[in-house]
């Protein structure tokens, strides 16, 4: 019998769009805006750029080198490269990361799907009737509502993963991507005639030196460029692992990074200046995109469209992560036990679509459900994922590359072999990195 063929992606731009698309997300247009906000704008700013070169980019590298030079998913990967080592067992907590991490991202994409029901019914005036704040309460409250609008972002992944690589994955990004491109550049245009858009620049690129002195701007920055860019999930690994091998990956990288900040950058002149036009404060927290930026389009000259079209991008980024997230551990069940991609999208989809349940129950009925330390039910699943196992397993990738997997091999799977940027690159896996990251575990940790 003879084995079946491995999917891959086409030989046009279709893997870079859905690389993009995985790593351009509700980090970059959400939660990149109010980390920044309350980190200094432009300071921020600085040091998220130095963490992508120096922490995220060595990392998106080697994720992509080992899922090329295998062609097998994250948990396979590992196994292929140290098949007797404990370090075969590394691929399955990348699984265990993205299948977390996607189960309350669905709750949140549900809220942005929500909101942009919202804008295209016409209906936001029965919110600012309300008060955004009071109307949002309410809305995730609700014991069925917010479920409803997971299992519609969840049903939607579940059918573009369920459609294969080619067909699914990266058809929808050809299509989607572009399209979120035009959306960013269109809102970012109408942002520059806005009375606060020099105000909103000066935030974003005028650094206010003092914040520099303060550690929890570098930890931040350094936890943004990693849920960023979708590194240490499994996903950029698996990614990799439908490239053909003559596919080169250091340009890529370069293509991929700088998309992703571009993006977020963009995002940042798009929400700045909407902000600082009506007197709002950028250091919101979560709630800028959900109470500020509602209130602030429900006061502009066509803020009806305007918001409507910034829900439509955040839709569309959420989108492109949620299937990128759950294909991790799609691919892992499809390679390990020989399931068919349409079973293993359904059932792994409903499962992640109960396990985030508890997430959108705890701003209601489970409301009073929180950890010794204060945290909800959805606060604590994106601790336990994005603040101890995904810097963990980044610090643990960092280390295999560096010091497990032999230079040589290594170098050569990415395309280096012994230039200069291929010694900074193993140089940075081998100290810089695991360093850097460490220091984020070490705090995480300590806030347990």
């Given at each position: 019998m003879l084995a079946k063929k491995r999917e891959q992606w086409g030989p046009g731009s279709g893997f870079l769009l859905a690389t993009l698309g995985s790593a351009v997300g509700i980090g970059n247009v959400w939660r990149f805006s109010y980390v920044a906000g309350e980190n200094?704008?432009?300071?921020?700013?600085?040091?998220?750029?130095?963490?992508?070169?120096?922490?995220?980019?060595?990392l998106l590298l080697g994720e992509f080198a080992l899922g090329r030079s295998t062609q097998r998913e994250s948990?396979?990967?590992m196994e292929t490269l140290a098949p007797v080592s404990p370090w075969r067992r590394l691929g399955l907590l990348g699984v265990i990361v993205a299948s977390l991490i996607l189960a309350y991202y669905a709750v949140i994409a549900g809220w942005v799907m929500k909101y942009l029901a919202l804008h295209l019914l016409g209906t936001t005036q029965e919110f600012a009737a309300a008060g955004f704040a009071a109307a949002f309460g309410k809305f995730v409250a609700h014991p069925v509502e917010p479920i409803a609008w997971q299992l519609a972002v969840m049903a939607l992944t579940v059918a573009i993963v369920a459609a294969g690589v080619e067909r699914g994955i990266e058809a929808v990004s050809k299509l989607l991507?572009?399209?979120?491109?035009?959306?960013?550049?269109?809102?970012?245009?109408?942002?520059?005639?806005?009375?606060?858009?020099?105000q909103g620049m000066a935030f974003l690129f005028n650094p206010d030196w003092t914040a520099l002195a303060r550690p929890e701007v570098y930890l931040a920055a350094l936890g943004q460029a990693l849920f960023s860019m979708g590194l240490a999930m499994g996903v950029m690994v698996t990614y990799g692992?439908?490239?053909?091998?003559?596919?080169?990956?250091?340009?890529?990288?370069?293509?991929?990074?700088?998309?992703?900040?571009?993006?977020a950058v963009t995002a940042g002149l798009i929400i700045f200046p909407a902000v600082f036009s009506f007197g709002m404060d950028p250091a919101q927290g979560p709630a800028l995109a959900f109470i500020v930026l509602p209130e602030v389009f429900s006061q502009m000259n066509g803020g009806a469209w305007i918001g409507a079209a910034f829900f439509v991008l955040l839709t569309i980024a959420a989108l492109t992560s949620a299937v990128s997230l759950l294909e991790v551990p799609v691919a892992f069940v499809m390679q390990r036990f020989g399931w068919s991609r349409?079973?293993?999208?359904?059932?792994?989809?409903?499962?992640?679509?109960?396990?985030?349940?508890?997430?959108?129950?705890?701003?209601?009925p489970w409301g009073g459900l929180t950890a010794a330390n204060g945290r909800g039910i959805l606060d604590l699943m994106d601790f336990i994922a994005a603040d101890i196992l995904l810097p963990?397993?980044?610090?643990?990738?960092?280390?295999?590359?560096?010091?497990?997997?032999?230079?040589?091999?290594?170098?050569?799977?990415?395309?280096?072999?012994?230039?200069?940027?291929?010694?900074?690159?193993?140089?940075?896996?081998?100290?810089?990195?695991?360093?850097?990251?460490?220091?984020?575990?070490?705090?995480?940790?300590?806030?347990?």
């Open positions: 200094g704008g432009g300071a921020f700013l600085l040091v998220y750029l130095a963490m992508v070169f120096l922490v995220g980019m060595p948990a396979a990967a991507m572009p399209a979120l491109g035009l959306l960013l550049l269109a809102l970012a245009i109408h942002s520059a005639s806005l009375p606060g858009f020099r692992s439908y490239l053909a091998p003559t596919r080169r990956l250091p340009g890529a990288v370069l293509t991929i990074a700088l998309g992703d900040t571009l993006f349409p079973l293993a999208s359904l059932g792994l989809g409903s499962l992640i679509f109960v396990l985030g349940i508890p997430a959108s129950l705890g701003f209601g963990l397993n980044g610090l643990l990738i960092a280390l295999f590359l560096g010091w497990i997997w032999p230079r040589r091999d290594a170098l050569a799977a990415c395309d280096l072999q012994e230039s200069r940027f291929g010694r900074f690159w193993h140089f940075s896996l081998r100290y810089t990195v695991p360093l850097l990251v460490a220091v984020i575990l070490a705090r995480s940790v300590w806030e347990l």
